[in-house]
């Protein structure tokens, strides 16, 4: 995975949803995911560090944006959100979501193990971008 040192930056617009109700394999693994209703052409299928708005707070997270080949071929493309250390109901609230640095191609894995280790490489990668770069997980906005 490439070095937190060299983080190339993006610059792709915002992208606007409603958050909806997905498969829910993601909670049981212990990501849960806010899927979103729109998934722009403007954005590459692929893992991203994000910056998420939800009313007045900004909190950042990780988001994949594809298909789930990991799942079979009966995806349609989606975008689905894990945000760091939040509990919460997200269902029909409208987030704005800015994709801020690209982590990985999306890939089909052998087996749901696999992709859930990468998950959690993923995840840390991010998070060391984030507190490297002075990032507050949590702020409130007015
Ligand atoms: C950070 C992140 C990376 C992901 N990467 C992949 C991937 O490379 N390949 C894949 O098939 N699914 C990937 N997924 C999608 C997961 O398969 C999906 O979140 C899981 O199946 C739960 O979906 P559900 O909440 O709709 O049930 C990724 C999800 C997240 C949050």
Redesign the pocket.
């Known amino acids: 995975m490439a070095d937190v040192q060299y983080v190339q930056w993006i610059s792709k617009p915002a992208m606007g949803g409603e958050v909806v109700h ?6 049981k ?1 212990g ?3 806010a ?1 979103l209703s729109q998934s722009p052409d403007s954005i590459e299928n692929g ?1 991203y560090g994000v910056q998420v708005q939800i009313e007045d707070e900004l909190l950042n997270g ?3 944006i ?6 079979g071929s009966r995806f349609e493309r ?1 975008t ?3 945000l760091f250390d939040f509990q919460g109901d997200l269902y029909g609230k409208k987030i704005q979501c800015v994709p801020l640095f690209r ?7 052998s087996s749901f193990h696999s ?1 859930l280790q ?2 959690k490489e ?2 840390n990668y991010a998070r060391t971008v984030f507190s490297r770069h002075g990032a507050v997980q949590r702020q409130r906005i007015s």
């Open positions: 997905g498969m829910k394999t993601g909670r693994l990501f849960p995911t899927n893992v990780v988001m994949n594809g298909v789930k080949p990991t799942f989606i689905e959100i894990h982590i990985r191609d999306e890939q089909k894995f992709l990468q998950i993923d995840v």
